[in-house]
């Protein structure tokens, strides 16, 4: 997220890698405070700089890594091996995210771990 003026920018990075970011999103903070009107497709030239004054103040792409790495060991050290590992993983997040779907999340979260989770 970048700030210049009256314009806040928020780039987002993919949630796994190889997936597609969510859009940019762009707006004009004194005139819309509640961030409801994206200006990034109406003035997409402003857009476009301000992600490269972003880019040349921090490499996003690195940061976004750093922190999904922090995040994954946090979760294996703190829930994963405090909750049992593989063996009670699916039970503890379905006891976590209500809507939790064994068959179709369980395999989300080996993805993302790296690691079982039955």
Not at 28 to 52: C, F, H, S, V
Request: with cysteine; proline share 7%; glycine share 6%.
């Amino acid at each position: 997220m970048i700030v210049q003026g009256v314009y806040k920018l928020i780039v987002y990075a993919p949630v796994q890698p190889g997936n597609t970011p969510w859009p940019s999103q762009l707006f004009n903070i004194a005139e819309d405070p509640w961030e409801r009107d994206n200006l990034a497709t109406k003035i997409p030239e402003l857009t476009a700089r301000l992600r490269m004054l972003l880019e040349g103040v921090i490499n996003t792409t690195k940061a976004d890594a750093t922190c999904k790495d922090w995040n994954k060991y946090m979760f294996t050290r703190f829930w994963y091996n405090q909750t049992g590992g593989a063996s009670n993983c699916l039970k503890a997040m379905k006891n976590v995210y209500d809507g939790f779907d064994a068959s179709s999340d369980g395999p989300l979260v080996e993805k993302w771990l790296g690691l079982p989770c039955n």
